[in-house]
């Protein structure tokens, strides 16, 4: 900025920008007084501490914009963990479960649509259903059986639809019945 | 005001000028960048996120989402080349809370959640992660998931991918830094149900997918984002038939009052419904969404969130100083109002009871000395030496040349007026000049002039009136900028109008005029010779010169109608280094006088009052004046614009009502305030530089040239048929 209106006023030999602190050494004392100026240090260690503190402030904030350089341009994260397919893993879900019944399911799957599996609507729960793949858990207990009388048959395991293409699968959608389509009014697609 | 003499081993320094790197710029240069992305960081951080608008611009093509997709669950998986949509099981739900976290509503949802110890799934915004680290540490705390919603809330479908990529990662990072984890689950801003997928946003998730991520979409929308009324948005909340279902709600994006006082109500009625309520992860039968973050994720995270910590409170530091402007802006326009309103009755009232001339208070009758310091002043010497003689009052002049290279001695003495003397010295700077004529003066007052200055014929007789109270030693004039060609002379016309005069007459009304300007100024010759005559000390020797006089306990006074014509710097160049030497100068008047704010009597009042105004409105206005101009480009770019336009607008119109007055006060055309909005583009910035690099060259005890402003002799706007009477 001051080397711009320097150079503007450069034609004029009387002129001249002073007053930096890189000028300073340059400025000798043209004051035709005896007395020291106000502000004025000799010795020049006030003029090598504010450099110095000059150069601080210039590191901190390089290091800053380094820093946010770093942080705003990343665009990629660690690995995401290798997901299992999800109908071969055990599944644990609802937190709020404590004393509620519980029950295991097995529930095989993949590219096929998942069977339904009945359970009660119990509105104690079904809450914590386990599903194991039959192979990995073939002990477990294929389907709970509802500890409170069952109104309604209901899934009480995830229900996946998988495909490979891009076809409709009606088998999936009869399949999974009451999943999707009366509750996301996704048939009106 | 004034100008300086000096002897410039020019030749040397420009060599050395040259060649010295200067790390100046470098520092500034940094500083500048800094605070840009202090700014830039922040204002992304900060700024008004759209909230999810249902179905936002998605009635795309679809023909390209598989039915599968479409019409199959919520969750859906596309990692490892899988496509699996995924549905909750039967009565079960998960809560998920959309465009947090949010300081006001996120904990007052966690509150209710852990009342009933259910969990939920929070789709975070990474930038109010940033903002708030805390508030994800709590979501963890209560025991819910958190998922991705990007950082900045876009409509992903239409940015470039490599931007989705910066969002998921920054928002990753965020999160890694709030709670050490990351997060496998996206949910994108604006998405609904699968069943509104169109191509683009399934492109998206697909990527996603490939990249690991799995979408969460919504099957039971509460619409609690329209604040549809707490029951409504209890109702939507439960999906029909006793079917499962991932439930939106929102806990940030405006008022959430009814979405917290629903979320109490549907949950305890919908346990007792059977429902059970679970995360989303765990109600599709994945493992849980967080999981630790890696050492460079985590590390980057905790970087990032220190940046965006610093950036905020660098941010609330210039809120701070932007609202102490905005006071010192009321103060200081409250007090223009009123006093120098009141100034200028109580002066057109003198005017009128001087003109009956009260015995005991009689102007000096007999002549005055006038002193005129000249250093190569050819071009303008002579207009002001003429002025000078065509004084209504008996004057003699005394023009002291400092070694001028120009013949500007010798111009003078060519004029052969009778009552001008010539001084010749060696260069010896303006002090030592204004001294030499100061010891040759023969009469009891003295009148102090620059050698670029122009008289009205009556400025003298105006200048001395005051003199007949005995108790004053020093009158400070009126300096006006006497060339009116160019828009910078315009703008300091402006200046001098609004600020230096304006100024001058609230000093004057207290009491505490703490600059008699070089350009125009008399003196008692007797109080000039009893404090040592003008200080070297400073480049200011006309502010230091008032503050010594007037802690001596002689008064200083303002004649608003002791007009004089001054050649206002017309280059940017020279306005900077005359602004750099007059800002440098009051700092060392202060610093030198600072004592005075202690003690008592005279000494006392000036210290207090007077150098409290000087620095306050000299020094630290100016200093803050900046915030006004950072906070004008942040407003228009984060902020509201129109707010941002209109107070801003405000604050113009403040200043220019405080322009009338003045321009009223002086009897300026008011019409030449037309300007003043061109004052805030480059003048105003110049002039807080400029007292930037004082601070620095003072804090630095670097020694400051004098320097001399080269002049052209315009005097086109002085008033020729005007008279001081």
């Given amino acids: 900025m001051n080397q711009l209106l320097a150079t503007a006023v450069r034609g004029d030999p009387a002129d001249n920008v002073t007053g930096d602190v890189a000028d300073a050494v340059i400025a000798a004392p043209v004051i035709a007084a005896p007395v020291m100026p106000v502000f004025v240090d000799a010795s020049g260690r006030r003029r090598k501490l504010v450099t110095g503190l000059g150069w601080l402030v210039a590191l901190a904030c390089l290091a800053y914009l380094g820093v946010i350089g770093v942080s705003l341009t990343g665009t990629s994260v660690g690995p995401l963990p290798d997901l299992p397919s999800v109908a071969s893993r055990t599944v644990v879900f609802g937190s709020d479960t404590a004393g509620l019944p519980q029950g295991a399911l097995e529930v095989p799957v993949p590219a096929q649509p998942a069977p339904v599996a009945a359970a009660a609507p119990d509105w104690a729960g079904a809450a914590k259903v386990a599903a194991a793949r039959s192979t990995a858990a073939p002990k477990a207990a294929p389907k709970v059986a509802p500890k409170i009388a069952p109104k309604t048959a209901v899934t009480t395991a995830p229900k996946v639809v998988a495909s490979s293409s891009k076809a409709r699968t009606g088998a999936a959608l009869a399949t999974d019945g009451t999943s999707s389509s009366a509750r996301t009014g996704g048939a009106s697609r | ?725």
Wanted: aromatic share 6%.
């Fill in chain 2, 1 to 725: 005001m004034t100008l300086r003499l000096v002897r410039h081993d020019h030749t040397a320094a420009t060599a050395r000028h040259r060649r010295r790197v200067r790390p100046k710029f470098l520092l500034i240069g940094l500083v500048v960048a800094m605070f840009c992305s202090v700014l830039l960081l922040n204002g992304l951080v900060r700024s008004q996120i759209g909230i999810d608008a249902r179905g936002a611009g998605q009635d795309g093509d679809d023909s390209a989402v598989p039915a599968s997709v479409s019409s199959g669950g919520p969750v859906i998986d596309l990692t490892h080349g899988r496509r699996q949509s995924i549905s909750l099981p039967s009565r079960t739900v998960a809560l998920t809370f959309d465009d947090g976290p949010d300081p006001t509503w996120t904990p007052q949802i966690l509150a209710v959640l852990a009342k009933y110890h259910v969990p939920a799934t929070f789709f975070v915004v990474g930038s109010s992660v940033a903002r708030d680290p805390d508030l994800v540490r709590q979501i963890r705390a209560q025991g819910s998931e958190i998922g991705i919603h990007t950082f900045t809330h876009p409509d992903l479908a239409e940015v470039s991918t490599d931007r989705v990529d910066r969002e998921m990662t920054e928002t990753q990072y965020a999160l890694a830094g709030a709670t050490g984890e990351l997060s496998y689950l996206v949910r994108p801003p604006y998405s609904s149900e699968p069943d509104a997928l169109d191509d683009l946003r399934f492109d998206v998730i697909s990527r996603l997918g490939q990249q690991g991520y799995v979408t969460a979409l919504v099957d039971v929308d509460t619409e609690d984002w329209q604040q549809p009324g707490v029951g409504a948005i209890v109702h939507n909340a439960v999906p029909e038939d006793g079917q499962g279902g991932v439930v939106l709600l929102h806990d940030a994006g405006g008022d959430r009052s009814e979405t917290v006082a629903a979320l109490d109500r549907l949950i305890p009625e919908m346990q007792a419904d059977g429902f059970t309520f679970t995360t989303v992860s765990a109600g599709a039968g994945l493992p849980p969404a967080n999981f630790p973050a890696g050492p460079v994720d985590l590390t980057l995270g905790r970087i990032m969130l220190v940046a965006v910590a610093i950036a905020s409170h660098i941010v609330t530091a210039l809120e701070w100083s932007l609202l102490l402007v905005g006071g010192l802006v009321v103060l200081r326009t409250l007090l223009v109002m009123v006093v120098a309103l009141r100034h200028g009755r109580r002066v057109r009232r003198a005017r009128r009871l001087a003109g009956r001339a009260s015995p005991l208070r009689k102007p000096p009758a007999g002549p005055v000395t006038v002193v005129v310091p000249a250093y190569n002043e050819e071009k303008t010497i002579e207009a002001t030496v003429r002025s000078l003689a065509a004084s209504t009052h008996p004057v003699e002049i005394i023009v002291v040349d400092d070694g001028s290279t120009d013949g500007t001695a010798d111009l003078v003495e060519g004029l052969e007026l009778a009552n001008v003397r010539v001084i010749r010295q060696a260069n010896s700077g303006k002090p030592a000049a204004l001294n030499a004529g100061i010891a040759a003066a023969r009469h009891e007052i003295l009148v102090l002039i620059d050698g670029d200055t122009v008289f009205e014929p009556g400025t003298v007789a105006a200048l001395i009136e005051p003199f007949a109270d005995p108790a004053v030693a020093a009158v400070a004039g009126n300096a006006r900028v006497a060339n009116r060609k160019g828009l910078l002379a315009r703008l300091q016309n402006i200046e001098y109008v609004v600020g230096f005069n304006i100024d001058r007459r609230v000093q004057d009304s207290w009491g505490v005029v703490t600059t008699v300007p070089g350009a125009v100024g008399a003196y008692r010759t007797r109080a000039l010779r009893a404090v040592g005559g003008i200080s070297a000390d400073t480049l200011a020797e006309d502010t230091d010169l008032a503050i010594t006089l007037g802690r001596a306990g002689w008064r200083v006074v303002y004649a608003p109608t002791a007009r004089a014509w001054t050649e206002a710097p017309a280059t940017l160049g020279q306005l900077w280094r005359q602004r750099y030497r007059w800002s440098y100068g009051i700092m060392q008047s202060l610093w030198k006088h600072r004592h005075a704010v202690v003690e008592s009597g005279a000494s006392g009042h000036i210290g207090r009052v007077g150098l409290g105004l000087t620095a306050l409105f000299q020094i630290v206005l100016p200093l803050l004046a900046p915030m006004v101009d950072i906070y004008l480009v942040y407003g228009l770019l984060f902020l509201d614009p129109v707010v941002t336009a209109i107070t801003w607008g405000g604050v113009l119109f403040v200043q220019l009502l405080l322009g009338a007055v003045a321009f009223r006060l002086e009897g300026e055309p008011v019409r030449s305030l037309w300007l003043l909005p061109a004052q805030q583009l480059v003048y105003r910035q110049l002039m807080y530089a400029v007292l930037i690099q004082s601070i620095a060259t003072a804090a630095a005890g670097v020694a400051l040239r004098w320097q001399k402003i080269p002049r052209i002799g315009d005097f086109s706007g002085v008033p020729t048929t005007r008279t001081a009477s």
